[in-house]
């Protein structure tokens, strides 16, 4: 009982982030989604080193990772539209210049994480790069019908992104000094795509998994186990699971700061740990199982639904 209310409340929560209204705000010349999370999201955050090239210049509930390169920097993701000024703004805190982002790469295409990009690549100049699917739905500004969280009354759309370079599973995008890989990672969008790289500090280089979100949320009566408009990617959606689970990985970001306690590390580092807290081996196993009992539990809602 406790679960299917706990789905009910998580779907709410859901739909009502999902129905982002467009303003026009003229003072920061900015489009602003406003969501019933985006305030919260947004809440400005001061900028940090994560370790050794890696930083964090989001926003407190939504990331933004910089790589400065020996050819310029690397931007993950770019929150909502009314998050740029408050990057470009960390960005520089960290002595870093916004016309200095190459490339700008993205997790998924839902407006929360890539309602900024369009403005950054304004900005910046920089080659936007997504998987494929990703790529579509970024110059559509809006969730192919393919996406789970797809509604066709709702318009849930991000300012269009009109340059966007599509890459494939495994493909790696280099820039000077420093190599990112892209793993396919479909359940929570059909282009879902983790990020990984190495950043050294005195000779000792980790790997670091940008990991995107393996959350099973839905718009009202779509399935992962398949229905009458869409096919079954729960198996698909495990995959992506196991492959997160298994990826090389020294430190987890993660799309949401809190989905892998980002907050907590720094602060245990500014109370003077010895060693850095973002160093966790077992950070993406933890992170994957947690989303394994997610989905599992979502596939068992499914079946008692529908009386399998
Ligand atoms: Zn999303």
């Known amino acids: 009982m406790r679960s299917w209310l706990v789905n009910a409340f998580a779907c709410v929560i859901t739909v009502m982030a999902l129905h982002p209204a467009v303003a026009k705000d003229t003072t920061a010349r900015v489009n602003t989604i406003r969501c019933s999370s985006c305030n919260d999201w947004n809440r400005p955050q001061v900028p940090f080193r994560v370790y050794g090239n890696t930083y964090y210049v989001g926003v407190h509930g939504l990331s933004a990772v910089l790589i400065a390169t020996s050819k310029g920097l690397i ?21 870093f210049q916004v016309k200095d982002i190459r490339l700008i790469l993205n ?28 790529a579509q739905a970024l110059r559509n500004g809006q969730l ?37 890989t892209a ?29 995107d979100s393996l959350n099973p949320v839905s718009a009202e009566g779509f399935r992962f186990t398949g229905g009458s408009r869409h096919p079954d990617i729960s198996s698909q959606f495990q995959q992506s699971i196991d492959r997160v689970s298994n990826l090389p990985c020294d430190i987890l970001l993660s799309v949401h700061p809190d989905f892998s306690d980002v907050f907590e590390k720094l602060e245990r580092r500014q109370k003077g740990s010895a060693v850095n807290p973002f160093i966790d081996p077992q950070g993406c196993r933890t992170y994957a199982s947690t989303a394994n009992r997610r989905l599992q539990e979502r596939l068992s809602l499914e079946q008692v639904k529908t009386g399998k």
């Open 183 to 211: 793993y396919l990672t479909p359940g929570h969008t059909p282009g879902s795509t983790t990020w990984a790289w190495q950043s050294c500090e005195k000779k000792r280089c980790l790997s670091i998994v940008y990991a």
């Open 107 to 134: 997790s998924h295409a839902h407006f929360d994480h890539a309602g900024g990009i369009a403005g950054l690549q304004r900005d910046s100049g920089a080659v936007v790069i997504a998987s494929t699917l990703g």
């Open 144 to 180: 192919g019908q393919e996406d789970p969280q797809y509604n066709p009354s709702e318009k849930s759309g991000f300012p269009k992104v009109p340059q966007v370079r599509g890459v494939q599973d495994g493909e790696k995008v280099n820039l000077g000094d420093v190599s990112v």
């Open 75 to 95: 931007l993950l993701d770019g929150g909502l539209p009314q998050s740029i000024p408050l990057i470009e703004a960390n960005i520089r805190k960290l002595g």
